[in-house]
């Protein structure tokens, strides 16, 4: 009996666990450009038009390999909108109700497919390093979850930077070397450029059209889209910035988007390529001497430390964890984040940087404008749909505990021990940012006083309660009880005032 195979936008590997266990002679791919899915966030042009371009791409590959493909494009007249809608279609048009799936990364279309009325099979997504049982059984009985203990089973398990059963070196991470800022006089190689092809052409067109109003530029146009592309993305990192990636990790530089980051993100996102192979070519450049360790273990601890126990969280905590909000932040995300202007140099940096490349690295992610929303009390819904919107790599599993958890503490402490949060002091030491401001960030009070540095105050002490008690923390909360009565009071007034022009639609 024939099966429908559904490959989703970030299924795009040959070695799918649906495409594994398909058979190539009786069954039927299925793979849809689908409103639905372009649409319940308003992603970036860039993201679009890199999925819809890799999944034509794909499809006509798994054509060449002798499959059966049913795709739809999005503007055919009979496609049917929705993913679940589309397999109905199919099953129809075949004349079958059976429909072989890997798990989506997402639970909203988990339950869509369940609650199809076709008899579905969801195998598991064994591109991870780590299955949900696997990470069940880490997490049961542990009070608290920290990467780093996690990180150390992922490396026994796969062998990468062991030296027998010792961490290559003798420890198991050298991020002490690393988080120097970067200066602008370095040499750096950018991620390689796209090459144009009519595919792609015509994918730019389509989303030219059809988007005309979501948030970001769509050309130039630099993602690579499909498999060869990306290897050779991974592999101009390796070769041109992995040696530094350690050291200026953390770094900020006005124009320069990249730094010694990979840019790989949305092509592992997307299937395009795997952990694995991204760590072994890693490994090999340091038993080469091309790398230094401090940068290929900082590298790989991303890899199968941070990204595998962001997913296993996701997943462990369930489909309500995007909604939760435990210091009950109720501030709307101000238009500067949609590209509005702000004096906040640093924002704008990592705005505008954003509405141009749909990419932007981790610590501008992290201390800048997810800094700024916790610091500000910003509802942390309205981050997660912006950070799920407008990056290229961003796709719910990944992006939900980085954003909810990691960066705006609204589940309460599950991903982060302590809330990300910084005055403009580290902003300063890590970037250029400050140099150009309208704010002065050594001004800790007046006209020109850095909004981070106030708000700091404003956000620790609007959650005394709630963080005092935290051995982490508890020195800010004696620095500020040491600070002389009048400046307190007018540290948090100012920063309440701040808040209020901000919400109000004024320029700040
Ligand atoms: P590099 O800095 O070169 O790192 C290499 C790889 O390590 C990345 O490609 C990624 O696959 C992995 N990695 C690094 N840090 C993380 C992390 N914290 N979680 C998961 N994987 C990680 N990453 C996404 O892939 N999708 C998202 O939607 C996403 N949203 C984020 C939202 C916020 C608020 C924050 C703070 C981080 C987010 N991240 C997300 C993590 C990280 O910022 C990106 O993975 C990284 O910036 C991608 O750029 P790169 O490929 O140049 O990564
Ligand atoms: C991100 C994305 C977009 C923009 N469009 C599609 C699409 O039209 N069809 C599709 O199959 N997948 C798309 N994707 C990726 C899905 O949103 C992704 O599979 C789910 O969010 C689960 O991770
Ligand atoms: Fe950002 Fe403050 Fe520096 Fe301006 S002074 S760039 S607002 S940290």
Known sequence: MVKLVLVLGDQLSTGLSALVQADRDSDVIVMAEVASEAGYVPHHPKKIAFTFTAMRKFAAELCDKGWRVAYTRLDDPENAGSIPSELLRRAEE?????????????????????????????????????????????????????MEYFYREIRRKTGLLMDGDKPEGGKWNYDHDNRKPASDDLFRKGPPEARRDPVLDEVLDLVKRRFPSNFGALRPFYFQTDRAGALRALNHFIEHALPEFGPYQDAMLEG???????????????????????????????????????????????????????????????????????????RKLPAFYWGAETRMN??????????????????????VTGNFALLAGINPHEVHEWYLAVYADAYEWVEAPNTVGMSQFADGGVVASKPYVSSGAYIDRMSDYCRNCHYRVKDKTGARACPFNLLYWHFLIRHRERFEGNPRMAQMYRTFDRMEEERRTRVLEEAEDFLERMSRGDLV
């Open 94 to 146: 075949f004349g079958t109700s059976t429909v072989l799936a890997t798990e989506p990364g997402e639970w909203r279309l988990i339950e869509a497919l369940r609650d199809m009325p076709l008899d579905l099979t969801l195998l598991p997504d064994d591109r991870f390093l780590c299955s949900h049982e696997e990470f069940e059984r880490w997490a049961e009985g542990r009070k608290v979850l920290r």
């Open 256 to 330: 320069d988007p990249y730094l010694y980051h990979a840019v790989i993100g949305l092509y592992l996102n997307a299937g395009l390529l795997g952990p694995m192979e991204i760590c072994e070519k890693a490994e090999a450049a340091y038993r080469d001497g091309h790398a230094p360790l401090n940068s290929v273990e900082g590298f790989i601890r991303q890899i199968i430390g941070w990204r595998e126990y962001i997913r296993g969280i996701y997943f462990l905590e369930g489909p309500e964890y995007p909604q939760r909000n435990a210091l009950n932040h109720q």
């Open 346 to 367: 640093c924002v704008a940096q990592a705005v505008g940087q954003t509405r141009d490349l749909a990419y932007a690295h981790h610590i501008q992610r992290l201390m």
